[in-house]
Each structure stands twice: as structure tokens, then as C-alpha cells.
């Protein structure tokens, strides 16, 4: 049984808000800075070459000749909106491109100079704007609680069958996991996931799965049961460190539960045992090596034959909720509605037994 039930967090954060963090470009300041100056630059350079062409146009109060310095001495004056007067547009011409160029040109001078003001001031409203049309697009995605060894490593075999980055939103109590999840282009909620708003935030409510795999396994109990409340549809799949635990975390709700320590161990001991089937049965386990493991349906020319007449090598049948052994008489005939779990061979060729692929975990 799990000893003891409670939130992974102290209790002095029990009313925090789940903050949503989207994933967005970093740019530096300076770079922003350079840009802005750039584009000054450019509008400022654009009005000069506009006046020149236009240069008999203007009256100069000095003289009746505008030179280029002139040109350039006006443009500089009327952008930054001090107007003199000594040199003013005189011709028809002139006094229309002011009005349809040169007006547009000035606002847009000085909305790039404070445009490090405007930023600050418009950066909650565009950040609003973007979470309300990511929440408006949000479908059927996929929820990881936890974004340390075993959530990524799920969210990386989750991304090598073809799900989007953007059908990931990961949830954590750590500000600095939910910062890595968006440098990975994860949206990301900083919160308690046992808490009911902070999974809403995540959109649980509409979410096809989630996989839970924070640090205790207390944490894994109480937001499979949260989860399973929001949205009675969604496939959850969780881990929990202890086997005595994973029972309970099944009464929860869970549709699926690995036993990590127990897996690790097992694992371990196979290691010891036969190096060639650890090595074996860890390259099964990591999607896009040697071997991969795969479920699908069965086809239909693979209706109504035994399962060691496929191309693919099969382990198990899937039929209805009883998974059957390859050799089980009941799966000597496949049906068109069955499930094949197969082997099917991937890119890489399988390790040695001697290489270092990382501990099991």
C-alpha cells in the first residue's frame, strides 16, 4: 500500500495557480536592440531617398537649393517630430507623398524607437492571445507529468512514431523542468498535478492520454484518480517505483502501470545471466534501434491465418482484453479484429553486448 497520500508540495504553495508556459523563439537583447536600430535605419534612409527625388519640391527658407545634406536635415527633423519649419514642402507633389508616405513613415520610425516600451506593455495581451488560441486548437493531445529520465524518455519514443511537439504539453512542479520542456518546444505547466485546475490547465478534459512519472509514487496515485475524474475517456498510463503500489494505482484508474525498480532489477539480473538477451531485450525496449516492438492490427490477408505465417515475427495476439501467446491454440486462426504485437526490424543493426547504452532506469 502506498503510506502515505499527500501533494508533492509544501504547504505553503496549496493555492499556486498552474502558470501555462508556451514555447516561444529566445532572443537575445542585444540582437533585439540591433534590429530595432536597423530598422530605424532603413525607414530613416527610405524618407531621405523619397525628399531627394523629390528635393525641388521643398522650400528653403536659407536657400532655394536642397542639397542632399538638406534633404537628409529635413527627414531627420520631421521623423523625430521637432519640425523647425525653415524647409517645408511647397510643390503639390510633395506636400501628397508628406501626407500618404512620409506620415506613415514617421509613425512607424517612432514606434520602432519605443518599441522596447511597447513590448513591455503589449507582452501580456500578446501572450493571452497566444494561450487562448493554443487552448482553442488543443485536441486530443497528449499530458506527461514529469519531465525528468522517464518522462522524456517517453516523450522521445511518443515523438519517433510521428506525434508533434506541439501535441505535447508536459506538466511539472519545477520551474526549471517546465523551462527545458519549452526549450524542447513542449508546452509546459508549472504546477502540482494532484491539483484539479492545474490538470485543467493542461486540458485533461480533452486529452486522448497521459502519462504520469513524477518522483513518488503516493504523487501517481493521486493524479491518476484527479485524471480519471476530469476525463473518464482518456488512456492513462503511469509509473511507480515500488510493485507493492501498482495495484492501487490499477483501483485508480490506470490503465497501464510499469514497475520501474522492479523492471531495472529484472533487467540487472538478465544482464548478469545472458549479456546477449539484456542487450536484446533493452534494444526491444528503445524505439528506432535494431529491433523495435510494434502493435497493429491484423490485415486482411493475415485474416484467418496462423500467427507464424506472418512476415512479421509475432509475440502476442490482442484479442478483445485477453492478450494470447503466439502459440496459444485460441490464436491459431486470426480474426480481422485481432491485435499483433511484432517484431519488426529498424535501421540500426543491434548493439554489442559489451557496449554502454545507459543504465536502466
Request: aromatic share 4%.
Amino acid at each position: 500500500m502506498v503510506r502515505r497520500l499527500s501533494s508533492s508540495r509544501e504547504d505553503g504553495d496549496t493555492e499556486r495557480q498552474g502558470s501555462v508556459l508556451l514555447p516561444r523563439l529566445s532572443v537575445s537583447p542585444l540582437r533585439q536592440v540591433m534590429r530595432r536600430l536597423l530598422a530605424a535605419l532603413l525607414v530613416l534612409w527610405v524618407t531621405v531617398l523619397l525628399v531627394y527625388v523629390d528635393r525641388d519640391g521643398y522650400v528653403d527658407d536659407v536657400d532655394d537649393h536642397m542639397t542632399f545634406l538638406d534633404c537628409l536635415y529635413y527627414t531627420t527633423v520631421t521623423l523625430s517630430t521637432t519640425g523647425y519649419g525653415d524647409i517645408a514642402p511647397g510643390s503639390d507633389s510633395a506636400r501628397l507623398v508628406n501626407t500618404l508616405v512620409i506620415t506613415p513613415l514617421r509613425v512607424i520610425f517612432l514606434i520602432i524607437l519605443i518599441g522596447t516600451t511597447l513590448e513591455a506593455l503589449t507582452d501580456r495581451t500578446r501572450q493571452q492571445w497566444r494561450l487562448n488560441r493554443w487552448r482553442s486548437a488543443l485536441r486530443d493531445h497528449t499530458v506527461v507529468v514529469g519531465f525528468g529520465t522517464k518522462g522524456r524518455s517517453a516523450i522521445q519514443t511518443l515523438l519517433s512514431t510521428g506525434l508533434g511537439r506541439d501535441q505535447v504539453v508536459v506538466i511539472d512542479a519545477y520551474p526549471q523542468s517546465v523551462k527545458a520542456a519549452n526549450a524542447e518546444g513542449f508546452a509546459g505547466v508549472e504546477g502540482d498535478a494532484t491539483r484539479s485546475q492545474v490538470l485543467v490547465r493542461a486540458e485533461v478534459q480533452r486529452a486522448r492520454q497521459i502519462v504520469i512519472a513524477p518522483q513518488r509514487d503516493d504523487t501517481s496515485v493521486l493524479v491518476t484518480l484527479t485524471a480519471r475524474q476530469l476525463n473518464p475517456r482518456i488512456k492513462i498510463v503511469a509509473a511507480v517505483r515500488e510493485e507493492e503500489n501498482a495495484p492501487l494505482l490499477r483501483q485508480s484508474g490506470a490503465d497501464q502501470v510499469i514497475t520501474s525498480a522492479s523492471a531495472a532489477g529484472r533487467l540487472l539480473g538478465l544482464a548478469m545471466l545472458s549479456p546477449n538477451a539484456s542487450s536484446v531485450l533493452e534494444d526491444l525496449i528503445q524505439r528506432g534501434t535494431g529491433l523495435d516492438l510494434k502493435e497493429r492490427p491484423v490485415t486482411k490477408a493475415e485474416a484467418g491465418r496462423s500467427p507464424r505465417e506472418c512476415d512479421d515475427l509475432v509475440v502476442s495476439v490482442v484479442r478483445g482484453h485477453r492478450i494470447l501467446a503466439y502459440d496459444d491454440p485460441e490464436a491459431a486462426s486470426l480474426a480481422l479484429t485481432d491485435r499483433l504485437v511484432v517484431i519488426h526490424r529498424a535501421s540500426r543493426a543491434l548493439p554489442q553486448p559489451d557496449e554502454r547504452r545507459g543504465e536502466p532506469r
